[in-house]
């Protein structure tokens, strides 16, 4: 008997001036005393920590701030946080930023309602029991952080990312304001839709026989609106449609709708890649697709049916050659796809150049992180993911 | 500044022996003692109540029980459930069956949490200020009142069918478990497609200008896949993978997915039909089939485009023939599939024969219950009603 579950609570409020309704979405959600966490500068240049103040003021909520949450954020900060939300009896937790922001706000939920030491969820010690609650502005489409039950942090104590995954850290609500993301750099906003494409990707490709048509149909629809929305972002930053599609995409990309009664997917994309940022730091979109490809090829032949299809299904593909050969066209036009909005496909092009070494170390730290081996569509194992890394090098 | 809310908490758990899981379900929720809500026979024949109990009593969850449902739940029986309920400090209602037990559980959870009369939040007087939880284990795919803030009841009073629409009668839980639809007579099981399908057009269908490319991929996708899995239970009602596709399609159809940033679309073919069941009752599935297509016709002019695009994305309708033809063959392929699952495409093929006077009371009932006029791809006041109606009658 294998039950499926789909749980995505969170209350979003969508559109122009979504952050001016912060207050009352916090006082709604029970909230009476919030740490605001957010990352640097354009947070407060933009005026947006200012709005989100304003809001929490008129509607009588207390606060702390708590800024410099960096990409790939860092366990230091979140222990700080944690000590910080205790000293000051923080009720709830208001991430205003992006995926790094929201993760690191997860993690200091998790801290102050559970004793003992964070990174024990991370690293797979203990359960936590429970999680302060979690609200987002979101400044940045990408993680989708904003509707998901999972968090990604670094441990700068041998450069470990960790992810940890629990129910109870989906945000209560998230404000999103495609317009908040306009003013992104060109290549953010291309890593965002990198990451928000892979959410999706990471799950159609899947080993599971039996994959509802429904999650097919709207992962491929999520997924033709992301690359066509990429595109145009790439040549009209300031389109606020295509920022909207992009924005909601992000979020549903990664709540558990596209993969819904799958084997929930494959995700050694992302495990490959985590590797690479903790020990790079570069941008986790690029990231991701300088590996995939590499990925891709390695295991396909696996499931060719799912590579043709989403060739031909997503990827305007021609069906008919075969769906090995539709397969290798698939990947190609993926790639074509990531290339049209200059993300990488190669570390070569992400511009990392480990050492063979630093190869053999980041497998190691892969197999180690997804417990010797992983994968849905192929199994890896510590030599299967050197070799994806290598072929990789490009 | 025009803002968009997406709220679905609703967890649902979903696969063979979902059922199983109901008081674990309850007591995640605080449920302690149940009103253990259903409808007639096939419940208890099944054996799916005494499964349901047996669950509840494996978590120490106590009930009371009320049977009775009949399809366009009645508010006698509501009055009923909130006196039981009250009576014995119930905390959880828990409906076991389709869209009219958990339409009539959420009435009587209305009623239970505030005072007053209930009706007075179905006809408009008052708004509701609590509900007390809903859980549903559904036997049904149809309403999708599992997932949606939705309500409808009917006045045996004059015979009002009215709905209430609140987010805090969003059922918390939803056990789906496709094999208990297996059993439905085919027409229901159509009834039910017609309905889930019906939701989603509604939405797409709509006079907004600026529809999200992704709302609308999703809500084409499950358009395509609710057409597809229909005619298969049509020939197949045994098949499981087709039950699930249907069951999922008909929670996310009514949870705000597929209208999301829309203006929330028309709802006139939804409204026409109440007022046909509440005089005639009818099914609702085949009530809405039996109206839909006059409805187009008489509105299809104001956007074509919509129309046009429903028949090329969603029905397989040739395109290149200009918006307005299009979207008249669209209107045909949709009446042909209603037709092909055996729904009615008119009154008589529904079987009733209003009266010109039942007409005209129809459309005056109507008019009364949209405030005077309703509709979104075109205004339609009590006039327009009418002539939709008469059109109808085929």
Redesign the interface.
């Known amino acids: ?9 969170t ?8 952050e ?2 912060t207050g009352e979405l916090v006082r709604a959600c029970g909230g009476r005393k919030v740490l605001l966490h957010y990352g640097g500068g354009s947070v407060v240049r933009s005026g947006l920590l200012e709005r989100v103040k304003a809001s929490l003021d008129r509607w009588g909520v207390a606060y702390v701030e708590l800024g410099g949450v960096v990409p790939n954020p860092r366990l230091s900060l979140v222990n700080r946080g944690i000590e910080l939300a205790r000293r000051e009896s923080v009720d709830f937790i208001l991430a205003v930023g992006g995926g790094s922001t929201i993760d690191s706000g997860k993690a200091i939920g998790y801290g102050v309602a559970n004793g003992g030491d964070v990174w024990d969820f991370y690293c797979g010690r203990r359960k936590a029991a429970a999680c302060l609650p979690v609200g987002a502005v979101l400044t940045l489409a990408a993680t989708g952080s904003e509707m998901s039950n999972s968090s990604v942090i670094t441990n700068e104590d041998g450069w470990l990312k960790r992810g940890y995954t629990n129910d109870l850290s989906r945000p209560v609500f998230a404000a999103l304001n495609p317009e908040l993301t306009m003013t992104l750099p060109a290549y953010q906003t291309a890593c965002g839709c990198a990451d928000i494409l892979m959410h999706t990707l990471e799950r159609y490709l899947n080993g599971c026989q ?1 994959n ?4 097919d ?2 992962a ?3 997924m ?2 992301v690359i ?2 990429a595109k145009v972002l790439r040549e009209t930053p300031q389109d606020y ?1 295509a920022r ?2 992009i924005m ?2 992000g979020s ?1 990309s990664h709540n558990g ?1 596209t993969g ?2 799958t084997d929930n997917g494959d995700w050694m994309t992302h495990k490959l890649e985590h590797e690479l940022s903790g020990m790079f730091d570069v941008a986790h979109g690029a990231g991701l697709t300088a590996v995939w490809g590499s990925w891709a090829r390695y295991v396909s032949a696996r499931r060719p049916e799912r590579f043709a299809r989403l060739g031909v299904n997503v990827l305007g593909v021609e069906p008919g050659a075969g769906d090995g050969e539709t397969a290798r066209q698939a990947i190609l036009a993926m790639e074509g796809f990531f290339r049209s909005i200059d993300m990488p496909t190669s570390l070569r092009e992400l511009g990392v150049n480990p050492t063979p070494a630093q190869l053999e170390e980041m497998a190691d730290k892969c197999a180690l992180a997804v417990g010797g081996t992983g994968g849905s569509v192929q199994k890896l194992n510590r030599d299967d993911m050197l070799a994806i890394y290598r072929l990789a090098m490009g």
Chains 1, 2 share one sequence.
Request: net charge neutral; glycine share 8%.
């Open positions: 008997m294998e039950l499926f579950q789909y749980y995505a609570p209350k979003v409020v969508f559109g122009r001036g979504a001016e309704q039996t509802l048509q429904l999650t149909a709207l491929e629809g999520l033709r609106t066509r929305n449609p909207a599609e909601w995409a549903l709708l819904f009664c």
